[in-house]
Structure formats: structure tokens, C-alpha cells
């Protein structure tokens, strides 16, 4: 028992890796055309935006928040600094385009958090608020024009590629932008588990006012979350921009469904105190692969958020069953402690 809950993992990774398994396996044998190397770039190439976006959403849900500005933030951050580089007509280059973009999405998640953490006001509620006011901020003082020549320095990373292999099938490619996404994660799950930073996130999600009375400064938590949330935000608004090759303020708008469904399905506890970055990169390309798979089968595309919505409903289900069966667990054992205690007395 022990070696299968090790297995299972603490946030049911190895449930969800066992599923994408099967769900690989089955697609390959209802279509061998599934199993390529094209298909599994693909699968990669499509997951890199939406793991970056997935990690700070993670840091929020942890908290026992829920963020849905972070679209909004990405592609005013990645929108804007393309913008300005064009338009003053120079490049800093890529470690200047990161910083810029890192700089406006830190100060748009600033927002975010000192309102929440001084109003005291629901999460959901601040950031669908926020959402349209920095959408509207940036179609009024950004501008709403397509681009479609990058700087220099984005078009160079552009055609970057870590591997380009011919196949029978064609060219499979796979984007160099997967290394430093892969770095981050393995980042930001260090934050997570090894510094006292990661434990107050958890203290928080688990119990706000308990984290409040055990001396971690909640107020200041909360706002350097959603500084953190803006900064990646950023970051996964100039990859967007990178992968496509153009800067559309359109773009990323109506995907944070996906987003909380694959964290969700991560084993991340939508209220709170759990969660983990190996779940939530597995949600992310579970949900990369059963797009992909409907899309193989003729699913039209109209019924993907249908079944991106109906994950997500069992997601937080199951986590809503569990919950009332833990408080249920610890109801019973409160009540046989209370019976022993009464038991001591009567006996003295």
C-alpha cells in the first residue's frame, strides 16, 4: 500500500501520468498516425505558452485564490513592448525584450494584489474586473494595430529549434523555447517546495487566518503573488508572440478556461493548500492531447470547450467529494476523542 501511494503521488500524479498514458496508447491504436514524432512535437510545441501560463495560476490556486487576468496581462505585456521596440525603431535584444515585457506584467499583477490584499476582495471578482480595464487600457494608449514583423532579435528566436528531424510524415520540429520553459518549472517547484516563501502559499490556501496567526505576513504574500503571476504572465505573452511570428492584441484572449481546467486536473485543490508543478504540467498536455485527439477524429473543433468544460466540472467535483469525505474523517475523529476524554473523567 505504501509503494502504490508513493506511486500515486501526493496530488494523484501518477494517476493523471497513468491516464495520458492510456489516452497515448489508445489514440495510437484508433489512428497510427498519432504516434509520430510529428505529433508529439506538435503536442510540445503547443503545450509551451499554456505550461507558463499554467505555473502562475498554480502559485494563485495554492493560495486559494483564482486568477482569469492573466491573459489579459500576457498580451498587454508582450503587445506593448513589441510595440515600443518598433516604434522607437531599436532592439535591445532578447534579455532587454524579456525585461521590459517582465517590467509591465509585474506592474499590471501590482494592481492585482494590492487590491485584493488591502480591500480584502474576492479574487475571481478583482481579476474579471481587472481583465477588461487592461484590455481597454491597452486598445486606448497601446494601440490595437497587428504587427507583423518582430524585432530582430524575437524573428531570429523565431526559427530557433532544439531538434528538426524529416520524417516519413514530414518535417517534425521542436521549438528551443522548450529548455528555458522546462527551467522554470523546475524553478518555480523549488519555490515551492524549498523555501519558506512556497510554505506560506500553502499555509495560506490551507487556512488564511491560521497563516495570519503563525507570523506569515499574508497582506505582502498576497501582493508579491500576484507580482510573481504578472511577471509570468509576461514572460508567456512575448513566447506567444515569438511562436506565431506576429503581435496581435487580439490573441490569448478566451483560453483561461483550458488553463484553470489543466491546474485543476493537475491536482491542484481549487480551494486551496494543494498542488504541484509535475501535476500541473501533466494536466497541461493531457489537455494538449485530447484536443489534438478530437481533432484527429473529426471532432469539429466547437466541441472542444465543451469537453474542456465537462473536465474541468469533474475536476472540481471529485476535489468537492474528497473534501466532505476528509470532514466527514476528521468529524468522526474529533467526536472519539471527545468520547475518550469523557471516558478519562468519568473513570477518575
Not at 519558506?196 to 502559499?201: A, C, K, V
Request: proline share 3%.
Amino acid at each position: 500500500m505504501g509503494a502504490l501511494r508513493s506511486l500515486r503521488g501526493s496530488n494523484n500524479e501518477g494517476v493523471l501520468a497513468l491516464v495520458l498514458v492510456g489516452l497515448i496508447v489508445a489514440m495510437s491504436i484508433a489512428n497510427p498516425s498519432f504516434f509520430t514524432l510529428n505529433t508529439g512535437f506538435s503536442i510540445l510545441r503547443s503545450s509551451i505558452v499554456p505550461v507558463v501560463f499554467a505555473l502562475g495560476v498554480l502559485i494563485v490556486v495554492i493560495t486559494g485564490g483564482i486568477d482569469v487576468s492573466f491573459a489579459a496581462i500576457a498580451i498587454f505585456a508582450g503587445y506593448a513592448t513589441v510595440s515600443f521596440c518598433l516604434n522607437a525603431g531599436f532592439d535591445p535584444g532578447l534579455p532587454g525584450i524579456f525585461a521590459i515585457a517582465i517590467a509591465v506584467g509585474a506592474a499590471l499583477g501590482l494592481v492585482n494584489g494590492i487590491v485584493i490584499a488591502q480591500f480584502n476582495l474576492p479574487t475571481l471578482i478583482v481579476t474579471l474586473g481587472t481583465q477588461g480595464v487592461f484590455f481597454g487600457a491597452m486598445y486606448t494608449w497601446v494601440g490595437a494595430s497587428y504587427y507583423a514583423e518582430l524585432p530582430g532579435s524575437m524573428a531570429a528566436l523565431a526559427t530557433s529549434n532544439l531538434l528538426d528531424v524529416t520524417t516519413s510524415a514530414g518535417r517534425a520540429y521542436l521549438h528551443v523555447l522548450v529548455v528555458p520553459v522546462l527551467l522554470l518549472c523546475v524553478l518555480v517547484a523549488w519555490v515551492l517546495k524549498r523555501t519558506m516563501f512556497g510554505r506560506s502559499l500553502y499555509a495560506m490556501g490551507g487556512d488564511l487566518e491560521a497563516a495570519r496567526r503563525a507570523g506569515f505576513l499574508v497582506k505582502r504574500t498576497q501582493v508579491s503573488v500576484y507580482v510573481l503571476v504578472g511577471a509570468l504572465a509576461a514572460i508567456a505573452g512575448v513566447i506567444h508572440i515569438v511562436l506565431s511570428r506576429s503581435a496581435n492584441p487580439r490573441d490569448l484572449v478566451g483560453g483561461e478556461l483550458d488553463i484553470i481546467a489543466a491546474v485543476v486536473l493537475g491536482g491542484a485543490s481549487i480551494f486551496g493548500g494543494r498542488g504541484s508543478v509535475i501535476g500541473t504540467v501533466l494536466g497541461v498536455l493531457l489537455i494538449q492531447v485530447i484536443k489534438n485527439s478530437l481533432l484527429l477524429v473529426g471532432v469539429p473543433s466547437a466541441w472542444l470547450r465543451t469537453a474542456v468544460g465537462v473536465l474541468l466540472v469533474l475536476g472540481v467535483g471529485i476535489q468537492a467529494i474528497a473534501a466532505r469525505r476528509n470532514s466527514r474523517r476528521m468529524r468522526v475523529i474529533e467526536d472519539l476523542d471527545t468520547a475518550q476524554k469523557q471516558e478519562q473523567k468519568v473513570g477518575s
